[in-house]
Nanobody, 127 residues
Framework: EVQLVESGGGLVQSGGSLRVSCAVSGFTLDDYGIAWFRQAPGKEREGVSCFSKKADITQYSDAVKGRFILSSDNAKNTVYLQMNSLKPEDTGVYYC????????????????????WGQGTQVTVSP
C-alpha cells in the first residue's frame, strides 16, 4: 500500500525551529519525489519545497528559502523539513505528497495535480 504519514508538527514561538517528517511506504524515494505543501486557514494550499532524487532537485518556495531545509533518509524512506526562524505566517497544516518527477523537468509540482497525500501535521507559530 502506498502511504505517506506526516509528523512533527506542534506549537512554537516566532523565531523558533521545528522539524516535520514525511514517512513513505509502498514506493522508493529513488524513483518518486516528495513535495511539501502548507495550508493556512482560509488560504489555498501553498507549495513549500520539493525533493526528487531521480531528478536531482531540492527546491524551496521564495517564502521559505533560506529558512527551511529539506533532507532525506533513504534507509528510513523519510523526508524531513527543518523549519528555522519560524514566523506566524508559517502557521498551517503541512502536507507531503508524492509526485512523478519525470513529468516536471525539475520543477516542483502544483498541488492540484497531485492525488497521493499524507494526512497533514499542524504547525502553529505564535507571535
Amino acid at each position: 500500500e502506498v502511504q505517506l504519514v506526516e509528523s512533527g508538527g506542534g506549537l512554537v514561538q516566532s523565531g523558533g525551529s521545528l522539524r516535520v517528517s514525511c514517512a513513505v511506504s509502498g514506493f522508493t524515494l529513488d524513483d518518486y519525489g516528495i513535495a511539501w505543501f502548507r495550508q493556512a486557514p482560509g488560504k489555498e494550499r501553498e507549495g513549500v519545497s520539493c525533493f526528487s532524487k531521480k531528478a536531482d532537485i531540492t527546491q524551496y518556495s521564495d517564502a521559505v528559502k533560506g529558512r527551511f531545509i529539506l533532507s532525506s533518509d533513504n534507509a528510513k524512506n523519510t523526508v524531513y523539513l527543518q523549519m528555522n526562524s519560524l514566523k506566524p505566517e508559517d502557521t498551517g497544516v503541512y502536507y507531503c505528497a508524492a509526485y512523478t518527477p519525470w513529468t516536471l523537468n525539475g520543477r516542483c509540482p502544483r498541488a492540484y495535480t497531485l492525488s497521493l497525500w499524507g494526512q497533514g501535521t499542524q504547525v502553529t507559530v505564535s507571535p
